[in-house]
């Protein structure tokens, strides 16, 4: 069974960053697509960014683009969400996901999540 740690999260002025990390056990972390979604208060849970197994293809939302990198390592069995010019509206739960594909479609994991809170 998968397990995802996330861990990272805390309170930062707009402007700052923070970076993310997300710890995976239970299957072979290389061979599956990872993913960070958010959800803010009264809000649905939206996609921020993904990357494949190899790491050779990222994807971001618009919201997020140019601001965030993901990233992984797959020796240490982790996954990155470095995320600078932070904004209030980035207050959210950050979740991380995996895959049980190669690429970044079926999620079937998912961590218990992280908080950030951007002050204005």
């Known amino acids: 069974q998968v397990q995802l740690v996330e861990s990272g999260g805390g309170l930062v002025q707009a402007g700052g960053s923070l970076r993310l990390s997300c710890a995976a056990s239970?299957?072979?972390?290389?061979?599956?697509?990872m993913g960070w979604f958010r959800q803010a208060p009264g809000k649905e849970r939206e996609f921020v960014a993904a990357i494949t197994w190899t790491g050779g293809v990222t994807s971001y939302a618009d919201s997020v683009k140019g601001r965030f990198t993901i990233s992984r390592d797959n020796a240490k069995n982790t996954v990155y969400l470095q995320m600078n010019s932070l904004k209030p509206e980035d207050t959210a739960v950050y979740y991380c996901?995996?895959?049980?594909?190669?690429?970044?479609?079926?999620?079937?994991?998912w961590g218990q999540g992280t908080q950030v809170t951007v002050s204005s």
């Open positions: 239970g299957r072979t972390f290389s061979n599956y697509a």
């Open positions: 996901a995996s895959s049980r594909r190669r690429v970044p479609l079926d999620y079937d994991a």
